[in-house]
């Protein structure tokens, strides 16, 4: 099993910045594919980026793409998710998922582990 634990949500303003932290633990070597949902209320859970087990390749949701970086540190076994020029429609519950296999999902049901969710509120 693998546990993961976010971190770094809170309350801003549009236009601040927040990075969001994802330690993992237990089963670590089973991760592969390391990807950052979100769900608003109301909504259903939307993919927003995802990055390999390596580091070197990482994809995004055209809603974040140039504001939102993911990225990791393997000997720390944590992710990352750097968000820049927040907005009020990125307000929502932030999750951190684990894939065992090496190939990239937007899809939440290929995800094997998740996290417990921190909030990010963008206030106008």
């Known amino acids: 099993q693998v546990q993961l634990v976010e971190s770094g949500g809170g309350l801003v303003q549009a236009g601040a910045s927040l990075r969001l932290s994802c330690a993992a633990s237990?089963?670590?070597?089973?991760?592969?594919?390391m990807g950052w949902f979100r769900q608003a209320p109301g909504k259903e859970r939307e993919f927003v980026t995802a990055?390999?087990?390596?580091?070197?390749?990482?994809y995004y949701a055209d809603s974040v793409k140039g504001r939102f970086t993911i990225s990791r540190d393997n000997a720390k076994n944590t992710v990352y998710l750097q968000m820049n020029s927040l907005k009020a429609e990125d307000t929502a519950v932030y999750y951190c998922a684990a894939r065992t296999q090496p190939v990239w999902s937007t899809r939440p049901s290929r995800y094997d582990y998740w996290g417990q969710g921190t909030h990010v509120t963008v206030s106008s």
């Open positions: 237990g089963r670590t070597f089973s991760m592969n594919v």
């Open positions: 990055i390999t087990g390596s580091g070197t390749t990482t």
